[in-house]
T-cell receptor, first 115, second 114 residues
C-alpha cells in the first residue's frame, strides 16, 4: 500500500522568505512518481512539479524545486522568494504501479504568506 | 483544448436521490479517474479507468458507479445519495510519456446531500 505523510497542517511565512513543505512517502514499488499540487481558495488543483523515482536530479520549475531524498523517502517542496499569491493548500501525491491506478494524496499543508 | 471539464459545478441532492457527475476530456488521454475531497483531507481515489471499457475501484468506491464507453467521457453515478457523500469531486485525466506522468484535473463539482 502507498502512503503520503505531510506533517505540517499549517505554516506562516514572511513574504520573500524561502519555504520548505515536508512530504514523506511509503511504497514497495521501485517505480513511482511524486507530485506537488497547489489548491488556492478558489478550489482548483494546480500542478506544480513532478519527480520520478529514477530521476537523478531534483526537479525544478521556476521558483519551485523538489528536494528528493530517496533513501529517506522524502520529497519536500521548496518555494524560493515566497509571494502573497503563494498562500494556498499544498498537496503532495504519489503514483506507482504503472501509473494507471491514480494518485495517493497527503492531507495537505495550509501555507499563509504574510506581508 | 478545453482540457478536463466537469458538470455541474454545484449540486444539491436529497438523501436517496440519484445523479450523474459528468467528466470529459479532449486530450485523448487513456487514463481517467475520480477523486473526492473532504474537509481537512487530501483527495481520495474513487474509481479509475485505463481505457474505454475498462474501469476499476479505488480507495473509496462504495456508493459510486462508473463506466467508460468512450475515451473522452467518464461519468460518475451516485445511485442513492447519502449525506456522507457530501464532498467536492474532482475528475482527472493523465498520460505518460518518456517516463514522466502528467495529470490534469477538472475544476471540481461541489455536492451537498441533505
Amino acid at each position: 500500500a502507498q502512503k503520503i505523510t505531510q506533517t505540517q497542517p499549517g505554516m506562516f511565512v514572511q513574504e520573500k522568505e524561502a519555504v520548505t513543505l515536508d512530504c514523506t512517502y511509503d511504497t514497495s514499488d521501485p517505480s513511482y512518481g511524486l507530485f506537488w499540487y497547489k489548491q488556492p481558495s478558489s478550489g482548483e488543483m494546480i500542478f506544480l512539479i513532478y519527480q520520478g523515482s529514477y530521476d537523478q536530479q531534483n526537479a525544478t520549475e521556476g521558483r519551485y524545486s523538489l528536494n528528493f531524498q530517496k533513501a529517506r523517502k522524502s520529497a519536500n517542496l521548496v518555494i524560493s522568494a515566497s509571494q502573497l499569491g503563494d498562500s494556498a493548500m499544498y498537496f503532495c501525491a504519489m503514483i506507482s504501479g504503472g501509473g494507471a491506478d491514480g494518485l495517493t494524496f497527503g492531507k495537505g499543508t495550509h501555507l499563509i504568506i504574510q506581508p | 483544448n478545453a482540457g478536463v471539464t466537469q458538470t455541474p459545478k454545484f449540486q444539491v441532492l436529497k438523501t436517496g436521490q440519484s445523479m450523474t457527475l459528468q467528466c470529459a476530456q479532449d486530450m485523448n488521454h487513456e487514463y481517467m479517474s475520480w477523486y473526492r475531497q473532504d474537509p481537512g483531507m487530501g483527495l481520495r481515489l474513487i474509481h479509475y479507468s485505463v481505457g474505454a471499457g475498462i474501469t476499476d475501484q479505488g480507495e473509496v468506491p462504495n456508493g459510486y458507479n462508473v463506466s467508460r464507453s468512450t475515451t473522452e467521457d467518464f461519468p460518475l453515478r451516485l445511485l442513492s445519495a447519502a449525506p456522507s457523500q457530501t464532498s467536492v469531486y474532482f475528475c482527472a485525466s493523465s498520460y505518460e510519456t518518456s517516463g514522466v506522468e502528467t495529470q490534469y484535473f477538472g475544476p471540481g463539482t461541489r455536492l451537498l446531500v441533505l
